[in-house]
């Protein structure tokens, strides 16, 4: 006799997110060694690579959490498995943001876990399911930038540390950027449940621009300037200094000679 499933599900992790951890670890420990030819690619490997695993850990704080809150279909779709693959919408949760890295060095992940809200009962609840994934870049940012905040990482190769402050930076971007207020962005999903049946249905129609329209005013100069002047404000508090972040900027875009 077969053994029934919990109510979680598949939750064992998928060999293909190990693979992405792997050349995580890899890369990073060629940054380090200076084991590769091309430090530079190893570095684009080491960030691009951790800035995946990260958005995996973001899809899977809002499918953890939605389980959590009665969203039992969650495990049956595999979210738990932090396998990319398995996302609604791969176009959004993987590739878009990887090309808003590329394209401008910016963090800014979306949304692709399908979440059946009609399972869900409070209006918190379905707060903290859509807060649940920018607070995972939070930590994830945190736990990047402590070695410089504790001054473990004095001393260490300047190329890793540059790296290091890069893809903490790009954490800090994405917390910061998913919070805000937008249809279509986590932020506007914390705020959603709060607001009125009318308001909801006239900004419904705008929810599938609002990831584009942020990037696009992100690259009027202006707004560009003062976002990072912030972001590098915020890191600064971390001990990550803004020469670093740049220098690991210049390392990532290994194409650009």
Known sequence: MRRARSSGGDSRVSPIFLGIVAVMVVSGWAVW??????SR???????VSGWVVSLCLHEYAHART?????????????YLTLNPLKYTHALLSIVLPVLFLLMGGIGLPGGAVFIERNRIRGRLKHSLISAAGPLTNVLFGVLLMLPFALGAADGWPIEFQSALAFLAMLQVTAALLNFLPVPGLDGYGVVEPWLSYDIKRQVAPFAPFGLLAVFGILYIQSVNVKFFELIYTIVGWFGVRQEFVQYGDFLFRFWQR
């Open 33 to 38: 060694s200076d084991f590769a030819a091309d």
């Open 41 to 47: 690619f190893a570095v684009f490997l080491f960030v």
């Open 66 to 78: 939605a389980l959590h809150s009665g969203d039992t279909s969650i495990g049956e779709k595999g």
